[in-house]
């Protein structure tokens, strides 16, 4: 997409995006992109899946803990986003030369707090799909309509209003509008709508995937 539409577009700088180009607003949106897809197609599927085919029954029954899968398995995922947004960012830098006014650190932060609130929604589903099948449609039903209306595919600055409007109850705009303002060196202050609502959807789903969760 980022190849598709920097082709389209190109980066010139335009005052519908405050003097950036649609590549540098696109980039960190994008980045969003990738968690919710690895967030809520393959954490539900590959859990579903290794549910179905009785891999955690056998887990459960080793002495391995189940937090230690649980959090090899986190920390797998996270790294196949980590790898999908480092691909991004290198392909943004190299072929548009992309704008980058923040800090890493604190990038990493959101996009972490991000990733995490995402997954807690993933395994959410997964504990509730009683087949790999049914987590890949409900997770592709919830994914699809909040990745165009929430402006990791499509700039909100272009939406009508009503979509807008629509877009603020959607997890993911919390998530694109965070990472955006972290990429051009907001603070974390000026953003605590979005911290407030990616940590609640993290508590929340975390408990009630915790209390769902079914190893057969």
């Known amino acids: 997409m980022l190849i598709l539409f920097g082709s389209i577009y190109g980066n010139e700088p335009t005052p519908l995006f405050g003097g950036r180009g649609m ?8 980045m969003g992109l990738i968690i919710v897809t690895v967030g809520l197609m393959s954490v539900p599927i590959q859990t579903a899946s290794s549910r179905e085919a009785g891999v955690l029954r056998r887990y459960q029954a080793t002495p391995l803990r189940p937090m230690a899968y649980l959090i090899a398995n986190v920390a797998g995922n996270y790294g196949m986003a980590l790898l999908g947004i480092l691909l991004l960012l290198l392909v943004g830098k190299v072929g548009y030369n992309v704008q980058f006014d923040g ?23 997964a504990s509730l799909a009683p087949t790999a099948r049914i987590a890949q449609t409900v997770g592709m039903v919830l994914a699809f309509p909040m990745m165009f209306l929430s402006g990791a595919t499509i700039p909100l600055e272009t939406m009508p209003e009503s979509v807008r409007n629509v877009s603020r109850f959607i997890p ?24 407030i609502v990616l940590v609640g959807t993290l508590g929340i789903g975390t408990a009630v995937a915790a209390r769902l969760f079914r190893w057969e």
């Open 23 to 30: 590549v540098d607003v696109s980039v960190p949106a994008y």
């Open 103 to 125: 800090n890493v650190p604190s990038v990493l932060g959101g996009g972490t707090l991000g990733t995490l609130a995402f997954f807690a929604l993933g395994y959410l589903v």
């Open 172 to 195: 993911l705009t919390h998530v694109v509008t965070l990472l955006q303002g972290l990429w051009f060196g907001e603070g974390w202050g000026e953003h605590l709508t979005e911290i």
